[in-house]
Nanobody, 116 residues
């Protein structure tokens, strides 16, 4: 079965850091485009960061310079390093895979809360 399992969320003070991880199984990870999305209460889900194979990354303007996406194809893992966190970063963060055959897979999400 296809699985995307996120981990690493939690509560952090403004200015702090968190590292999210997503472990994938059940499909060809190395040829898939991987992304992180987030959804805050009352807001639509938005794309945060995306990484292709090879390692070409893009970011939303709101996180540019603070977040870094990376992937390890030997471990079927995509990570999101989040630095200088702000209260407006509070959201559920989701891992998404876009398979080369044309369909998407989504994880269950992990909660990130930035508050003093």
């Amino acid at each position: 079965q296809v699985r995307l399992v996120e981990s690493g969320g939690g509560l952090v003070q403004p200015g702090g850091s968190l590292r999210l991880s997503c472990v994938a199984s059940g499909f060809t990870f190395s040829s898939s485009v991987m992304s992180w999305y987030r959804q805050a209460p009352g807001k639509e889900r938005e794309e945060v960061a995306t990484i292709t194979d090879p390692d070409n990354a893009s970011y939303a303007d709101s996180v540019q310079g603070r977040f870094t996406i990376s992937r390890d194809n030997t471990k079927n893992t995509v990570n999101l390093q989040m630095n200088i966190l702000k209260p407006e970063d509070t959201a559920v963060y989701y891992c998404k895979a876009r398979h080369s055959w044309g369909f998407d897979f989504w994880g269950q999400g992990t909660q990130v809360t930035v508050s003093s």
